[in-house]
């Protein structure tokens, strides 16, 4: 079995590969989508949105956790173990491809707008469930043994390989099918990549002992994945089948450029689980683990997703076209709410690592029931921007519900949480008013003003006066966890274990 320093310098190596990732991953994203936004219109989003949910639920169903309760259990994987999870993978698979292509019809009945060839988009789409299941087990297996770097460079290439095919079709005028046929072929290059990785063909066969086994905890976490799942993907799907593809697409726009920079939660909750589920004899390296995770990801999240918050009225119309310009206050919406995701999500990593699954059930339950009714209410009541209010009062009342049902665990420094979140809002604020307010009164009656020039000083403003009011306030109110975040670049750099102190606990 590994020991501590192994764990620590494997999850080093993991982070970094991962952080790597995660920079190169979010730059073919944005690039990627300024190019889309561009050349396609909202409907082709809005109908890509809709048909990616129905395959985001069958993706969510998975295994059935098998491959999670390979990562979580103490003991290394037996070869009988692989065979059966490798088999069971592969005939779940084929059953969800043979449903979805049966039902597929019934996609005309989900919403107004939807075209006739969605029913062809989702079957061919549905395909790409067979290339995730071959890649499942060699990730899950990598993941265990913290190898991020062999799945880093294959999501890398996965991401490459989508928006270079979508941006070739959408260039073609091939409109949503470019989404479709570049998410299959995204699929198609990650399962050879990784399996090429981890050569290691398990046997084929099912073991009744070891499945049953397996899925006693696995069925548990992935029950929360697919709840999850309908909590975080279903905004662009309930927004179309209210008001149409249009709507939908603006929806999916703002979720996903939201989502851009918020999505490096899944980066640490990926290294956190297996960590965790090794740290399970150690609660106070545990409890410091989470601590950290949290802090750090605050750190960096609040004052992304502030910014971008600050800076999108100005920035949405010159980078992306005036056509998204009913997105930018959903997208602001959601950018506020996805720092209220991540600690929630690190805390039911935790109950799981801990073989708590009732209770990291209970904590995907409570806060997808919160999220979808608060988002339905604000849809019914407001349209397209009060389905994203409702997503943002559902994200804070879900991380209430999460540390009320976890509040078995150690505490956590949340004063230094609400610090860093404190301190982003403030600097968003400035942000914004430097918008309207300092760039309003340079531009008024000026009429040799572009809008290219109007947008690229509003954004030197804004971001300016951001910048200024994040730095200060983050000095004032959240120095312990600066002074982490300075002791783990200086650990990352040099090699050691870990920084020798934790943040002061508030």
Not at 46 to 70: E, K, N, P, R, S
Not at 109 to 136: I, T
Not at 239 to 244: D, F, L
Not at 302 to 329: D, H, K, N, R, S
């Amino acid at each position: 079995m590994s020991g501590p320093d192994d764990l620590a310098r494997r999850g080093s190596r993991a982070a970094l590969a991962l952080a790597g990732r995660s920079i190169a991953l979010r730059l073919l994203t944005f690039g990627g989508t300024i190019v889309l936004a561009r050349l396609l219109d909202p409907t082709d989003f809005g109908t890509y949105g809709m048909i990616a949910f129905v395959i985001a639920i069958w993706t969510a169903v998975g295994d059935f956790g098998l491959g999670a309760a390979l990562v979580q259990q103490a003991a290394p994987p037996t070869r009988i173990q692989l065979g059966t999870v490798w088999t069971a993978q592969q005939g779940i698979a084929l059953a969800a491809v043979a449903a979805v292509w049966l039902l597929a019809p019934a996609l005309g009945l989900l919403g107004p707008n939807m075209p006739a060839e969605g029913v062809w988009m989702l079957r061919v789409l549905a395909v790409g469930l067979l290339f995730s299941s071959l890649r499942a087990l060699p990730a899950v297996m990598m993941e265990r043994e913290l190898r991020f770097g062999p799945l880093a460079a294959a999501e890398v290439l996965q991401q490459a390989t989508f928006y270079g095919v979508a941006i070739g079709l959408a260039c073609g005028h091939a409109g949503a099918w470019s989404f479709v046929v570049g998410g299959l072929a995204q699929l198609a290059v990650g399962a050879l990549v990784v399996n090429l990785a981890w050569p290691h063909l398990p046997r084929v066969g099912l073991d009744r002992a070891a499945l049953a086994e397996l899925f006693g905890f696995g069925v548990a976490y992935q029950a929360s994945t697919v709840i999850l799942t309908i909590r975080d993907a279903p905004l662009p799907f309930l927004v179309g089948v209210s008001t149409g593809t249009v709507s939908a697409g603006l929806m999916q726009f703002a979720l996903r450029i939201a989502m851009t920079i918020a999505t490096i939660d899944e980066m640490v909750a990926r290294i956190a689980f297996p960590a965790f589920s090794r740290l399970q004899s150690d609660p106070a390296r545990r409890t410091r683990a989470l601590e950290t995770a949290v802090l750090m990801s605050a750190l960096v999240l609040a004052p992304a997703q502030m910014w971008l918050a600050a800076l999108a009225p100005a920035a949405v119309p010159f980078v992306f076209g005036v056509q998204w310009q009913e997105a930018i206050l959903p997208l602001q919406l959601l950018c506020v709410a996805t720092l209220f995701r991540f600690p929630a999500r690190y805390l039911r990593q935790l109950e799981f690592a801990q073989g708590a699954t009732r209770r990291g059930l209970a904590m995907s339950i409570g806060t997808t029931a919160l999220t979808l009714v608060c988002s339905i209410a604000g849809l019914s009541i407001l349209g397209l921007s009060g389905a994203a209010l409702g997503f943002l009062v559902g994200s804070v009342a879900g991380l209430g519900i999460s540390i009320r049902l976890a509040e078995g665990a150690p505490g956590l420094a949340w004063k230094g949480y609400w610090s860093i979140i404190g301190t982003g809002a403030a600097a968003g604020l400035a942000g914004v008013a430097a918008l309207d307010g300092i760039v309003g009164a340079l531009f008024s009656g000026s009429s040799s003003a572009t809008n290219a020039e109007s947008a690229i000083v509003a954004g030197a403003l804004a971001t300016s006066a951001f910048s200024l009011v994040c730095l200060v306030g983050l000095f004032v109110t959240s120095r312990p966890a600066l002074r982490l975040a300075w002791q783990l670049a200086r650990a990352s750099g040099s090699g050691s274990e870990r920084p020798s102190e934790a943040p002061n606990r508030g």
